[in-house]
């Protein structure tokens, strides 16, 4: 079978048959077309041709371009499920990918902002959304659920209308591999989602021609809001803070779990809330946690 063949058919059983998201379906592509291409520039056409060698210079090439090593630990993921998936498929006699080693990650801790600037952040979206301007009274909502709920970009603008529940303060968010988890929101976020209900998604829906459905954030087109108008939104709301790093929806994702750790929330429930799969991604904001351990350790030591 061609390699390039085969690409295609591991990316159709990542699809319809595992439910992967789109966002790990791009990756997958981009990072098996890299390595496609280069297997035919050494001559490698077929999959049966693709042996542990070729993929170590594939990775040694690209280290020599000085990519990061979190994108070559993830093309090494991405190279590792293809031929692992080939071998089950009977495609190849044995899996080359099996002893491809990723670089080691150094452990970076999130950028966050602080209980007092994420309260002063949400007070002036409330003031700009007290005009009526329903971008504001939008922009107000989306701020206020991903700060309650500590939910990804793609699992908010993934909303519906439906997934709400304002009765009894929850909502039904649609995570990765397509798995569902009920989250729980405050009441502030209650206020502000009453309000971008009532009075500003109608005026943005009527922009529209229908398309959007009954997505729950709407774009000024009336379409459903994109992940990258609601990055744009965060980042804006975030510029007047301080920090290194990104500055987008996964920082008040990280500023969630932050705060729900050092509020006493176990690390099993902020696991759940977040929908990660493994404990041992959730264990990252325990490293950020450090006035919760302080406090711990005060309350509990006899020489404290």
């Known amino acids: 079978m061609e ?15 595992r439910g992967l998201a789109e966002a790990t379906l ?8 890299g390595l496609v291409r280069f297997a035919e520039r050494s001559g490698a056409h077929r999959l049966d041709e693709l042996d542990l060698e070729l993929l170590r210079q594939w990775q040694w090439e690209a280290s020599e371009s000085r990519l990061a090593p979190a994108t070559l630990a993830r093309r090494s993921a991405s190279a590792r499920s293809f031929t692992s998936w080939a071998a089950r498929a009977g495609l190849l006699a044995v899996d080359p990918g099996i002893r491809l080693r990723s670089p080691k990650l150094g452990r970076h801790l999130p950028h966050i902002v602080n209980q007092a600037q994420a309260a ?7 003031e700009r959304a007290s005009t009526g301007d329903p971008k504001a009274v939008r922009d107000r909502a989306l701020l206020e659920l991903l700060y309650a ?5 793609s699992e908010l603008v993934g909303l519906d209308v439906a997934d709400l529940d304002l009765d009894r303060l929850t909502l039904t968010v649609t995570g990765k591999g397509d798995k569902q988890r009920t989250v729980p929101f405050g009441v502030p976020a209650l206020g502000a989602l009453v309000d971008y209900l009532r009075t500003a998604r109608p005026v943005l829906r009527e922009n529209g021609d229908g398309a959007a459905g009954d997505a729950l954030l709407l774009g000024p087109s009336g379409k459903r809001l994109s992940s990258r108008a609601a990055y744009d939104v965060v980042s804006r709301a975030l510029a007047a803070y301080p920090g290194g790093g990104p500055r987008g929806p996964h920082t008040l994702r990280h500023t969630a779990a932050t705060h729900l750790l050092d509020g006493g929330a176990d690390l099993r429930t902020v696991q759940e809330l977040l929908g990660h799969a493994s404990l041992g991604t959730t264990q990252i904001y325990t490293h950020v946690s450090v006035e919760r351990l302080k406090q711990s350790y005060a309350q509990a030591h006899p020489r404290a």
């Open 3 to 17: 390699l390039s063949a085969a690409v295609e058919r591991f990316l159709d059983h990542s699809r319809f048959e």
């Open 26 to 33: 791009r990756s997958y592509r981009a990072d098996l077309t």
């Open 120 to 126: 002063e952040l949400l007070d002036r979206a409330a």
């Open 149 to 153: 709920c500590g939910i990804r970009v």
